[in-house]
């Protein structure tokens, strides 16, 4: 019983949404109304999660562990940027230029260290998985596309060339239809395992 | 000392504390990805709460009379079995909004993935095959033909590769070894695209690190 009520909700909700979308002319207002429920839980969800992880540093420094220095930091920051939005208001130009420039040079920076990151994972990915048909497709395509982007073969502005880098670069899409075509299934089992009970309600 | 000046410094500082990485992980790095956290969750609890639970929730029930103001009355209801299960106690009441969160994203996802998605990549596989595509001039456009073959081949055989690592353990030997081989040809389709998104991914990391390195210079040259 604990179970059928939670599964009986998904289905029902998903049966309207799923007609609403295929018979949008009689059920598109309606529609409309749910998906405005479903956005209010969504972010009341959200803000829970965000509670969860305040509540757990604030715990931290509670019991006073090692990393409660990280967590006093989380704890201030927090505050200050969640009092900051709702007093000023998260449209307050001061308010965003401030939140702009802890956020921008924090992940622009951690994007470039990435580049330092990626090229040691690149190393490591043969480390890992050893010599097969993917690793060595991975590394002669990343070489071959790497001097393609640099631009010096397309300076050389040759015909055969530049329709052998134009063939080149269409190869990759082969490849990405069959990833996205298997995503797309995998994504639709998931859902439809979700509607089935698999995942819903479990204790 | 200027805004400007002030927020420049505290991006200076950010950055060289999210650089210490090179020399491993260490305090600076740790505690600015802490900030990174504490900012974004901050920000986004703000946007949440000033956008979407105040004029969705809130504004329709002081403005709402009569029968419309029941309508308001289930997402309220839900919210506040979601917002309860801040308490560990009450947790298990969050179940039945949080179903009614996987239906709607269950069927948002079967329609999008269905007519975003696959319908879209299926049809651009088989519209290559159209007659008017593979004709030059009343004549076969053999480029385009063999094209548009191992187009198909090369995607059947990426969906065959997925296939293959499902029921690697399963198959029997004779099946194994042809899927084994269709298998192979896949990976070799799926290690040429993953290789072209790493090169993608890493020039654009380098075009960040060296924009930060500049900003760097520049900033520092505009104070002295």
């Given at each position: 019983?604990?179970?059928?009520?939670?599964?009986?909700?998904?289905?029902?909700?998903?049966?309207?949404?799923?007609?609403?979308?295929i018979?949008?002319?009689?059920?598109?207002?309606?529609?409309?109304i749910?998906?405005?429920?479903?956005?209010?839980?969504?972010?009341?969800?959200?803000?829970?999660a965000?509670?969860?992880?305040?509540?757990?540093?604030?715990?931290?420094i509670?019991?006073?562990?090692r990393?409660?220095?990280?967590?006093?930091?989380?704890?201030?920051?927090?505050?200050?940027?969640?009092?900051?939005?709702?007093?000023?208001g998260v449209?307050?130009?001061?308010?965003?230029l401030?939140?702009?420039?802890?956020?921008?040079?924090?992940?622009?920076?951690?994007?470039?260290?990435?580049?330092?990151?990626?090229?040691?994972?690149?190393?490591?990915?043969?480390?890992?998985?050893?010599?097969?048909?993917?690793?060595?497709?991975?590394?002669?395509?990343?070489?071959v596309?790497?001097?393609?982007?640099l631009?010096?073969?397309?300076?050389?502005?040759?015909?055969p060339?530049?329709?052998?880098?134009k063939?080149?670069?269409?190869?990759?899409?082969?490849?990405?239809?069959?990833l996205l075509?298997g995503?797309s299934?995998?994504?639709?089992?998931?859902?439809?395992?979700?509607?089935?009970?698999?995942?819903?309600?479990n204790? | 000392?200027?805004?400007?000046?002030?927020?420049?410094?505290?991006?200076?500082?950010?950055?060289?504390?999210?650089?210490?990485?090179?020399f491993?992980?260490?305090?600076?790095?740790?505690?600015?990805?802490?900030?990174?956290?504490?900012?974004?969750?901050?920000?986004?609890?703000?946007?949440?709460?000033t956008?979407?639970?105040i004029?969705l929730?809130?504004?329709?029930?002081?403005?709402?009379?009569?029968?419309?103001?029941?309508?308001?009355?289930?997402?309220?209801?839900?919210?506040?079995?979601v917002g309860?299960?801040?308490f560990?106690?009450?947790?298990?009441?969050?179940?039945?909004?949080?179903?009614?969160?996987?239906?709607?994203?269950?069927?948002?996802?079967?329609?999008?993935?269905?007519r975003?998605?696959?319908?879209?990549?299926?049809?651009?596989?088989?519209?290559?095959?159209?007659p008017?595509?593979l004709?030059?001039a009343?004549?076969?456009?053999?480029?385009?033909?063999?094209?548009?073959v191992?187009?198909?081949?090369?995607?059947i055989?990426?969906?065959l590769?997925?296939?293959?690592?499902?029921?690697?353990?399963?198959?029997?030997?004779?099946?194994?070894s042809?899927?084994?081989?269709?298998?192979?040809?896949?990976?070799?389709?799926?290690?040429?695209?993953?290789?072209?998104?790493?090169v993608?991914?890493?020039?654009?990391?380098?075009?960040?690190?060296?924009?930060?390195?500049?900003w760097?210079?520049?900033?520092?040259?505009?104070?002295?």
């Amino acid at each position: 019983m604990k179970r059928i009520i939670p599964l009986f909700v998904a289905t029902l909700t998903s049966f309207f949404v799923l007609a609403g979308l295929i018979w949008p002319v009689s059920l598109g207002g309606y529609l409309n109304i749910v998906l405005d429920w479903a956005i209010i839980v969504g972010a009341m969800a959200l803000l829970v999660a965000i509670a969860h992880l305040f509540l757990a540093q604030w715990r931290k420094i509670a019991r006073g562990n090692r990393s409660s220095f990280y967590s006093l930091v989380f704890v201030i920051v927090f505050l200050l940027s969640l009092g900051g939005g709702l007093v000023m208001g998260v449209d307050d130009p001061e308010y965003r230029l401030w939140i702009s420039s802890i956020q921008k040079p924090l992940e622009v920076s951690l994007l470039g260290l990435a580049a330092v990151v990626m090229a040691g994972a690149g190393v490591q990915f043969y480390r890992t998985r050893g010599w097969s048909p993917l690793t060595v497709a991975f590394g002669v395509s990343a070489l071959v596309f790497l001097v393609i982007d640099l631009g010096f073969l397309q300076v050389l502005n040759s015909p055969p060339v530049n329709a052998i880098i134009k063939t080149l670069q269409m190869l990759p899409l082969i490849g990405a239809r069959g990833l996205l075509i298997g995503m797309s299934f995998g994504a639709l089992i998931v859902a439809l395992k979700a509607l089935t009970g698999e995942g819903v309600g479990n204790d | 000392m200027s805004a400007d000046i002030l927020l420049g410094l505290v991006g200076l500082i950010l950055t060289l504390m999210v650089f210490s990485y090179i020399f491993g992980d260490n305090l600076f790095f740790r505690v600015a990805l802490t900030i990174l956290a504490a900012v974004s969750a901050g920000y986004t609890a703000a946007v949440l709460i000033t956008k979407v639970i105040i004029p969705l929730l809130i504004h329709p029930l002081g403005a709402t009379r009569g029968a419309a103001l029941l309508w308001m009355v289930f997402p309220l209801l839900l919210a506040v079995l979601v917002g309860l299960m801040i308490f560990p106690r009450l947790s298990k009441l969050g179940k039945i909004p949080l179903s009614f969160l996987v239906g709607v994203f269950a069927a948002l996802t079967i329609f999008g993935v269905v007519r975003g998605t696959l319908t879209p990549q299926l049809l651009a596989v088989i519209n290559r095959f159209s007659p008017e595509l593979l004709q030059n001039a009343g004549l076969p456009d053999w480029a385009r033909i063999v094209w548009a073959v191992m187009v198909l081949l090369g995607v059947i055989a990426v969906l065959l590769a997925y296939q293959h690592y499902t029921h690697k353990r399963k198959a029997d030997e004779a099946h194994a070894s042809l899927l084994d081989g269709v298998g192979s040809i896949g990976q070799i389709f799926v290690g040429i695209t993953l290789g072209a998104t790493f090169v993608m991914i890493f020039s654009t990391a380098l075009v960040a690190l060296i924009s930060r390195v500049v900003w760097i210079k520049d900033f520092l040259a505009g104070l002295l």
